[in-house]
T-cell receptor, first 112, second 113 residues
Framework: SQQGEEDPQALSIQEGENATMNCSYK?????LQWYRQNSGRGLVHLIL?????REKHSGRLRVTLDTSKKSSSLLITASRAADTASYFC????????????FGTGTKLQVIP | KAGVTQTPRYLIKTRGQQVTLSCSPI?????VSWYQQTPGQGLQFLFE???????NKGNFPGRFSGRQFSNSRSEMNVSTLELGDSALYLC????????????FGPGTRLTVT
């Protein structure tokens, strides 16, 4: 079963616009990560945010985490055609050896 | 450093057969995790190996098994293949495993007919 649910499932924007996708999860976590996947290939790690952090930046990426609402958002600013991909959040459940669970993904299309 | 490699990249098998997939992690990484990705179920965690020991296991039947060798290379095996096993199988390596940044291979696309 999926721990995270991404919203929206699909998003289409014009190049230069900002893209925001959300992830909600069910159980307490230690960390939340965002990954990108291009066209059925392997995933690429984008950013990790710990449960005691509220916001993190990496280049054009901004991630927020609200543990009280069990949700996270990924903002991509000034999007480019190369950002077209599926984006997944991944959480690890607190306690014991963590098992990473991926969400359902948001498919982003950036139109040139 | 070379990335995570998976072999073969594509595979076609018949229902009832068995299959073995291979994953070579990034040099120095001791953790290897396996995931199954399908359009219907998304990314599902199969298992994680760390220093030759299975440390975590997902909710898959016993037909799915794996192992890790002393050089950290890992194999997963699926016996008695079913049509529903058709998927992209992804391997990921990391230094410590668990919640830390994982580096994914390109995947093995398995088709069961």
């Amino acid at each position: 079963s999926q721990q995270g649910e991404e919203d929206p499932q699909a998003l289409s924007i014009q190049e230069g616009e900002n893209a925001t996708m959300n992830c909600s999860y069910k159980t307490s976590i230690n960390n939340l990560q965002w990954y990108r996947q291009n066209s059925g290939r392997g995933l690429v790690h984008l950013i990790l945010i710990r449960s005691n952090e509220r916001e993190k930046h990496s280049g054009r990426l901004r991630v927020t985490l609200d543990t009280s609402k069990k949700s996270s958002s990924l903002l991509i600013t000034a999007s480019r055609a190369a950002d077209t991909a599926s984006y997944f959040c991944a959480t690890d459940n607190s306690g014991g050896y963590q098992k990473v669970t991926f969400g359902t993904g948001t498919k982003l299309q950036v139109i040139p | 450093k070379a990335g995570v490699t998976q072999t073969p990249r594509y595979l076609i098998k018949t229902r009832g057969q068995q299959v073995t997939l291979s994953c070579s992690p990034i040099s120095g990484h001791r953790s290897v995790s396996w995931y199954q990705q399908t359009p219907g179920q998304g990314l599902q965690f199969l298992f994680e190996y760390f220093s030759e020991t299975q440390r975590n296991k997902g909710n898959f039947p016993g037909r799915f098994s794996g192992r890790q060798f002393s050089n950290s290379r890992s194999e997963m095996n699926v016996s008695t293949l079913e049509l529903g096993d058709s998927a992209l199988y992804l391997c990921a390596s990391s230094f410590l495993g668990g919640p830390y940044e994982q580096y994914f291979g390109p995947g093995t696309r398995l088709t069961v007919t």
